[in-house]
């Protein structure tokens, strides 16, 4: 099924759990994709990348600690790519250094950040204004990074007038691979993804691409890879939502059936992500409430109703959050599927993921009132 890049750019990369399968990579999510996620989501299935969550890059920076536990504590045994955010160039350097000395599969570079308090410091989404800025920075991270520099990009600020130019330093900087969420930085999480602008940038650059945005399941992949001819996917939300994704990505690629989840099953993700994120220092109001966060996207797929997600909103305690998963996702409810697709008009945070909110209501991983 598989359309492959040029060999020697992939080459370069680390090989994936199944030599040949297009490429998988979990999404950076601040706030999400932490030490304790990524073990989670390696045991329904790994992807065969993980990006860590961006570590912000300024005069006064140190790497983050809890970040960097996501690389020196990974036992995924996949690699882990280290994102920075930031465009000052000396400190660049400097952070790529001190990373270096960290078990990290390459330096990635954050260019898509959409959150209005990050672009108007002109890092993240907010370089995608500046292509000349950009070169800068790409010729600063090229030569500081002897093994892979990646990059992830939205394909804009406001439209494409630089996507052009911006795809033309990817491959000027010899870039490893490119991750491109097909939104513009004012586009936020609202609109439709560009896939075709996807397909542009895999047309135009040597390196391989992943292509990222709204991609809910496997078939999803699929058929997000023939459209665009990415060298394969990276999924966030979904991911969330459903951690077996990269499994049943692999099954679906290499032509198997999709294995079935229960919503019994989730109640067992839920359990274990609840364990995996706790810790002595959180008080349990606030882990119930960081819960919510995730299982925001995971009622998704529980019923078209939303029921889950209403009565999961209005837990205050470890008990009473359990009691509604356990009405909700055991007893005659447990052996029902758990839907491959989210439901249609249940989402996951109303505030930012609805066309008519507010432009600037979306703090990353708020909870959808
Ligand atoms: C809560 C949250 C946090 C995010 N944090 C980051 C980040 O730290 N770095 C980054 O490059 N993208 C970040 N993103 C963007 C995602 O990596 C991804 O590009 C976007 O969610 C679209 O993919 P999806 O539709 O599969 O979720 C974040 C997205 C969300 C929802």
Not at 1 to 25: C, D, R, W
Not at 133 to 158: H, Q, S, W, Y
Not at 215 to 227: E, F, G, N, Y
Not at 348 to 353: G, I, Q, S, Y
Request: with cysteine; charged share 25%; glycine share 6%.
């Amino acid at each position: 099924m598989h359309v492959a890049p040029p060999p020697s750019s992939l080459n370069k990369l680390p090989p994936p759990i199944v030599p040949g399968q297009p490429l998988t990579a979990l999404a950076p999510m601040q706030d999400v994709t932490d030490l304790a996620f990524m073990r989670v989501v390696a045991h329904y299935g790994a992807p065969d990348y993980f990006v860590t969550e961006f570590f912000r890059v300024h005069a006064q920076s140190r790497p983050e600690k809890h970040i960097l536990r996501s690389i020196d504590e990974n036992t995924t045994g996949r690699p882990v790519f280290a994102q920075l955010i930031g465009e000052d160039l000396h400190h660049l350097s400097r952070t790529v250094e001190e990373l270096l000395k960290h078990p990290v599969a390459g330096i990635d570079l954050n260019l898509g950040c959409p959150a209005p308090k990050v672009y108007k410091k002109n890092v993240g989404g907010g370089l995608l204004r500046e292509p000349e800025k950009v070169a800068e920075i790409f010729a600063c991270l090229r030569a500081a990074v002897p093994g892979l520099f990646t990059v992830k990009m939205r394909i804009g600020f406001e439209d494409t007038r630089h996507f052009e130019r911006l795809l033309d330093l990817v491959n000027e900087h010899r870039v490893d691979m490119l991750s491109v969420h097909g939104r513009t930085v004012k586009e936020m999480y609202r609109s439709e993804v560009h896939y075709d602008e996807i397909a542009r940038a895999v047309a135009r650059v040597r390196c391989p691409v992943l292509a990222n945005g709204n991609i809910t399941s496997a078939p999803k992949a699929r058929d997000v890879i023939r459209q665009t001819r990415a060298a394969g996917v990276m999924i966030g939300r979904h991911a969330i939502r459903n951690p077996w994704v990269f499994r049943q990505c692999r099954e679906l690629f290499s032509g198997h059936p999709l294995s079935r989840v229960k919503l019994q099953d989730v109640r067992e993700y839920i359990d274990r992500l609840y364990r995996a994120t706790q810790s002595s220092e959180i008080p349990e109001q606030a882990h119930v409430n960081r819960m919510k966060k995730f299982l925001n996207f995971v009622g998704q797929g529980v019923d078209p109703d939303g029921a889950f997600l209403r009565d999961m909103r209005h837990a205050q305690s470890e008990a009473s959050l359990f009691a509604v998963c356990d009405r909700h996702l055991l007893g005659a409810a447990g052996d029902l599927d758990f839907s491959p697709e989210p439901y249609a008009g249940v989402i996951a945070r109303p505030n930012c993921e609805t066309p008519d909110a507010p432009s600037d209501s979306c703090s990353l991983f708020s909870v959808g009132t």
